[in-house]
């Protein structure tokens, strides 16, 4: 796997649990997408964008992290752990460049206040096993995994 050079775009979100399901903001808020879960009808995660048209990393991005905010709310219900009200998760999308060569990494940051950090850990890995896109990506692009519980 060849490490980014230069990092040409970064495609953001922030997902938070919200009172309808979980929602995903980019970090400007100007584009909305509502993506919802298989088998259920009403919308469960919103994607809002840093640009009127959102980069594919952007997208990507957002994508992403309602997914694996999904995968976290079904490892905590295995583990019996009650995740916080404040949970949330952010992720970037790098699109960079090699010599003449173009690259994606990632870095997704799981944020539970509240739990130690042993259970936040398995959580965050357990969730990055069985969620799709963390599967997608696993051994093609660079993905860093953090945890915070503060």
Not at 33 to 61: C, D, M, R, W
Not at 67 to 96: H, K, Q, R
Not at 110 to 129: F, M, Y
Request: proline content about 5%; hydrophobic content about 40%; glycine content about 8%.
């Amino acid at each position: 796997m060849s490490k980014i050079e230069k990092v040409l775009a970064t495609g953001k979100t922030h997902t938070t649990i919200s009172s309808t399901g979980n929602s995903s903001r980019g970090h400007n808020g100007n584009v909305d997408i509502q993506l919802s879960s298989p088998g259920n009808t009403k919308p469960a995660h919103v994607f809002a964008g840093t640009q009127p048209h959102p980069a594919a990393e952007q997208l990507f991005a957002g994508a992403w992290s309602a997914c694996y905010t999904a995968a976290v709310g079904l490892v905590a219900a295995e583990m019996n752990v009650v995740l916080p009200s404040d949970f949330s998760v952010d992720i970037e999308v790098d699109l960079g460049q090699t010599g003449p060569a173009y690259f994606l990494q990632a870095r997704l940051t799981l944020r539970v206040p509240g739990l130690t950090h042993e259970v936040a850990t398995t959580l965050a890995h357990t969730a990055d096993q069985i969620c799709p896109y963390s599967k997608a990506t696993r051994g093609n692009i660079d993905v860093a995994l953090n945890v915070l519980t503060a």
